[in-house]
Protein backbone atom coordinates (compact mmCIF):
# COMPACT_ATOMS: atom_id res chain seq x y z
CA UNK A 1 0.00 0.00 0.00
CA UNK A 2 1.61 3.70 -0.77
CA UNK A 3 1.26 6.13 1.72
CA UNK A 4 2.53 8.72 3.47
CA UNK A 5 2.30 9.79 6.69
CA UNK A 6 3.04 13.08 8.48
CA UNK A 7 4.81 13.67 12.05
CA UNK A 8 5.87 16.50 13.74
CA UNK A 9 2.81 18.98 14.50
CA UNK A 10 1.99 20.71 17.64
CA UNK A 11 1.67 23.68 19.75
CA UNK A 12 4.37 26.20 19.47
CA UNK A 13 4.88 29.46 20.74
CA UNK A 14 5.08 32.45 18.53
CA UNK A 15 9.21 32.62 16.96
CA UNK A 16 9.82 28.56 18.12
CA UNK A 17 10.74 26.45 15.15
CA UNK A 18 8.52 23.07 14.17
CA UNK A 19 10.17 20.12 11.09
CA UNK A 20 7.37 18.48 10.08
CA UNK A 21 8.32 14.56 8.33
CA UNK A 22 6.42 13.30 5.65
CA UNK A 23 7.89 9.35 5.32
CA UNK A 24 6.59 7.80 2.24
CA UNK A 25 6.20 4.14 2.33
CA UNK A 26 5.09 1.21 -0.51
CA UNK A 27 7.17 3.47 -2.92
CA UNK A 28 10.66 5.54 -3.65
CA UNK A 29 10.61 8.61 -3.27
CA UNK A 30 13.70 8.88 -5.87
CA UNK A 31 11.38 9.16 -8.48
CA UNK A 32 8.70 11.44 -6.27
CA UNK A 33 8.76 15.28 -5.97
CA UNK A 34 7.70 16.11 -2.13
CA UNK A 35 4.94 19.10 -1.58
CA UNK A 36 4.01 20.35 1.37
CA UNK A 37 0.18 22.10 1.71
CA UNK A 38 -1.59 23.76 4.42
CA UNK A 39 -5.27 24.53 5.35
CA UNK A 40 -6.18 27.17 8.01
CA UNK A 41 -9.68 27.00 9.51
CA UNK A 42 -11.94 28.86 6.94
CA UNK A 43 -9.26 29.13 4.43
CA UNK A 44 -8.37 26.87 1.30
CA UNK A 45 -5.79 24.45 1.03
CA UNK A 46 -2.56 26.39 0.15
CA UNK A 47 0.72 25.30 -1.57
CA UNK A 48 3.63 26.45 0.83
CA UNK A 49 6.47 24.48 -0.94
CA UNK A 50 7.65 21.22 -2.97
CA UNK A 51 10.83 19.48 -3.97
CA UNK A 52 12.13 17.33 -6.91
CA UNK A 53 15.00 15.82 -7.82
CA UNK A 54 15.29 19.10 -10.24
CA UNK A 55 13.87 22.02 -8.35
CA UNK A 56 12.88 23.18 -4.91
CA UNK A 57 9.90 26.28 -4.43
CA UNK A 58 8.53 27.80 -1.60
CA UNK A 59 5.89 30.46 -1.63
CA UNK A 60 5.99 34.11 -1.30
CA UNK A 61 4.46 34.14 2.11
CA UNK A 62 6.96 31.79 3.53
CA UNK A 63 9.93 32.76 1.84
CA UNK A 64 13.03 33.08 4.20
CA UNK A 65 11.21 30.68 7.23
CA UNK A 66 9.63 27.60 5.57
CA UNK A 67 13.03 25.04 4.31
CA UNK A 68 11.75 22.40 2.42
CA UNK A 69 14.38 18.79 2.15
CA UNK A 70 14.13 15.43 1.30
CA UNK A 71 16.36 12.37 1.96
CA UNK A 72 15.97 9.69 -0.16
CA UNK A 73 17.84 7.18 1.53
CA UNK A 74 15.48 7.65 4.65
CA UNK A 75 12.61 7.75 1.94
CA UNK A 76 11.49 10.96 4.01
CA UNK A 77 10.55 14.74 3.25
CA UNK A 78 10.65 16.96 5.71
CA UNK A 79 9.57 20.61 6.46
CA UNK A 80 11.77 23.16 8.94
CA UNK A 81 9.54 25.75 9.51
CA UNK A 82 11.10 28.68 12.15
CA UNK A 83 10.00 32.06 13.03
CA UNK A 84 6.65 30.81 13.63
CA UNK A 85 3.83 33.04 13.76
CA UNK A 86 0.03 32.53 14.55
CA UNK A 87 -1.18 32.95 10.70
CA UNK A 88 1.21 29.86 10.17
CA UNK A 89 -1.76 27.57 12.14
CA UNK A 90 -2.99 25.10 9.83
CA UNK A 91 -3.33 21.20 9.17
CA UNK A 92 0.11 20.51 7.43
CA UNK A 93 -0.29 18.17 4.32
CA UNK A 94 2.68 16.48 2.42
CA UNK A 95 1.65 14.49 -0.94
CA UNK A 96 3.89 12.37 -3.62
CA UNK A 97 3.93 13.18 -7.14
CA UNK A 98 5.30 10.90 -9.35
CA UNK A 99 8.35 13.28 -11.91
CA UNK A 100 11.76 11.42 -12.09
CA UNK A 101 12.97 14.92 -13.09
CA UNK A 102 12.31 18.24 -13.66
CA UNK A 103 10.69 20.91 -11.63
CA UNK A 104 7.90 19.64 -8.66
CA UNK A 105 4.88 21.98 -9.34
CA UNK A 106 2.52 24.00 -6.51
CA UNK A 107 -0.89 22.66 -8.01
CA UNK A 108 -2.75 19.92 -5.77
CA UNK A 109 -4.51 18.13 -7.96
CA UNK A 110 -0.76 17.29 -9.54
CA UNK A 111 -0.19 14.60 -6.20
CA UNK A 112 -0.87 11.22 -6.36
CA UNK A 113 -0.70 10.27 -2.85
CA UNK A 114 -1.91 12.53 0.38
CA UNK A 115 -1.07 12.00 3.96
CA UNK A 116 -4.44 13.10 6.63
CA UNK A 117 -2.41 16.00 8.00
CA UNK A 118 -0.13 17.37 11.07
CA UNK A 119 -2.07 19.90 13.24
CA UNK A 120 0.22 23.50 13.71
CA UNK A 121 -0.77 25.87 15.86
CA UNK A 122 1.22 28.60 16.81
CA UNK A 123 -0.17 30.26 20.01
CA UNK A 124 0.93 32.34 23.49
Known amino acids: QRQVVESGGGLVQPGGSLRLSCAAS????????IGWFRQAPGKEREAVSC??????KVAESVQGRFTISKDNAKNTGYLQINKLKPEDTAIYYC???????????????????WGQGTQVTVSS
Open 95 to 113: AADLRPQGMCVMTDSEYEF
Open 26 to 33: GFRLDYYA
Open 51 to 56: TSNGST
